[in-house]
């Protein structure tokens, strides 16, 4: 069956008009050409769409079931073409940002407000997930973007990322606690203390990982969750120390607990990444330059494309392995 887009558009609009005069006049086309197309169509799907006479046209009963769904389908085609071409104007349309909870209670508003004054009119929909998933969904285009925290920097083949910023950890415990006389807090010294912290869904285990192990305390108990708050609410309880990324741009332990700086300095390296093989859409890169300039003091540059050849990249085979939880 060869149908063309043409067609169908001519046969709503007969259909509509109930006049091939009418219809001719809103294609600029002669009447022939219309009954031309409309006969095509007919032929094609082998029913009779229209009862002709002299004084009017009427739709057959095959000619009006196949316009309410041939009507439907054809807004639906012209409404998508708006959306994507709207979203190509880069000031307007849905642009899909995935990040794990974590980053989205804390600095991620912060961007989404910066998008919000610069482009009023463009949407950014978050999708929360886990780190592994995030870096699936940026790589099979379901979303446009994403923000993972990594450890190392390496060389990547399937993503393009650019750093954020980078957040170091602290060790996060009550005031009246002995560790926190100090201004810092050396890693041995939690060897003996049971530790609190982000599961592997944040990158923090990544980061402990091997500084427990350096330090001595691999076999401590450890306590892995999702949420800042409930890491400093079971430290208020004194259920623990607790081991979390501490700066402005991740949720604050609150004000009833104290950080200190573990050293040696471990720390997260918060990045955005998007696929090395397709290009961002202008809107996707308008929000992308405001995630970029929600986190430093720079004025934001609007239209700004990520640049790949100016900013680190990640081995994303390693960094997903160390996100996977241990077996």
Same mark, same amino acid.
């Given at each position: ?155 990547? /083949? +399937?993503?393009?990322?650019?750093? $954020?910023? %980078?957040?170091?950890? #602290?060790?996060?415990?009550? !005031?009246?606690? &002995?560790? =926190? ?79 200190? /700086? +573990?050293?040696?300095?471990?720390? $997260?390296? %918060?990045?955005?990444? #998007?696929?090395?093989?397709? !290009?961002?859409? &202008?809107? =996707? ?43």
């Amino acid at each position: 069956m060869n149908v063309s887009l043409q067609q169908l558009k001519v046969f709503v609009a007969v259909a509509r008009e109930r006049s091939f005069t009418r219809a001719a006049r809103e294609f600029d086309l002669t009447q022939s050409a219309v009954s031309r197309c409309v006969r095509e169509l007919e032929d094609a799907v082998e029913l009779k769409l229209f009862d002709r006479t002299t004084r009017q046209v009427e739709l057959t009963n095959a000619g009006a079931s196949l316009e309410r769904r041939i009507g439907r389908l054809l807004d639906e085609i012209e409404l998508t073409l708006l959306e994507e071409r709207a979203a190509y104007d880069g000031h307007t349309g849905v642009v899909l940002f995935a990040s794990n909870p974590v980053l989205s209670s804390g600095w991620v508003p912060r961007a989404l407000a910066q998008c919000a004054s610069v482009f009023p009119e463009l949407v950014v929909s978050v999708k929360d997930q886990p780190q592994s998933s995030v870096l699936a969904s940026v790589e099979q285009g379901e979303v446009d973007f994403g923000a993972v925290c990594v450890t190392v920097p390496v060389d990547s /083949p +399937l993503l393009h990322a650019q750093v $954020l910023f %980078t957040t170091p950890l #602290h060790a996060v415990l009550p !005031s009246a606690h &002995p560790l =926190a006389r100090q201004d810092s807090i050396g890693w041995h010294a939690l060897r003996e203390c049971p530790l609190i912290t982000l599961n592997a869904d944040t990158g923090v285990r990544a980061a402990l990982a091997p500084v427990l192990a350096a330090n001595g305390s691999k076999r401590r108990p450890l306590q892995e969750l999702g949420h800042v708050a409930t890491v400093a609410r079971m430290v208020e309880l004194g259920l623990g120390v607790g081991v979390l990324p501490v700066d402005a741009h991740w949720p604050s332990p609150g004000a009833s607990l104290v950080s200190r /700086p +573990l050293v040696p300095e471990t720390a $997260l390296t %918060t990045v955005l990444v #998007h696929r090395r093989n397709r !290009s961002l859409r &202008p809107n =996707a890169a308008a929000a992308w330059a405001q995630f970029v300039a929600s986190t430093t003091d720079h004025s934001p540059i609007a239209n700004e494309a990520p640049a790949a050849a100016a900013t680190p990249s990640f081995n994303w085979r390693s960094v997903r392995q160390s996100l996977l939880p241990e077996p």
